[in-house]
């Protein structure tokens, strides 16, 4: 069983940064891929972002190519989100997910064996 908790979230301006993390614990860290998932009110979960358990490989939705970055601290135990150039449309809850199914984790959410809580990011315009 895995534990993840997520923190980072707050209120930002359109054009501001923020950075989230996810803590796991409960089991090592390093045998699963990770993923970051958003849910905006009345829409369905989507995926925003993947990475490896190796870390050496990311995947990024459409929508935030470019403006965002998947890192993971193996020895720390924590995954990250760091979000620039951030849109109203960005505004979500945005939940941390863990998978051993797939080596580079991917967009799929039945691929993810465990979830956060989620972190609630608004952005103003």
Do not use: H
Request: aromatic content about 12%; hydrophobic content about 30%.
């Amino acid at each position: 069983q895995v534990q993840l908790v997520e923190s980072g979230g707050g209120l930002v301006q359109a054009g501001g940064s923020l950075r989230l993390s996810c803590v796991a614990s409960g089991r090592t860290f390093s045998p699963y891929a990770m993923g970051w998932f958003r849910q905006a009110p009345g829409k369905e979960r989507e995926f925003v972002s993947a990475i490896s358990k190796s870390g050496a490989s990311t995947s990024y939705a459409d929508s935030v190519k470019g403006r965002f970055t998947i890192l993971r601290d193996n020895a720390k135990n924590t995954l990250y989100l760091q979000m620039n150039s951030l849109k109203p449309e960005d505004t979500a809850v945005y939940y941390c997910a863990a998978t051993s199914k797939t080596y580079y984790g991917g967009e799929r959410k039945d691929l993810y064996d465990y979830w956060g809580q989620g972190t609630q990011v608004t952005v103003s315009s």
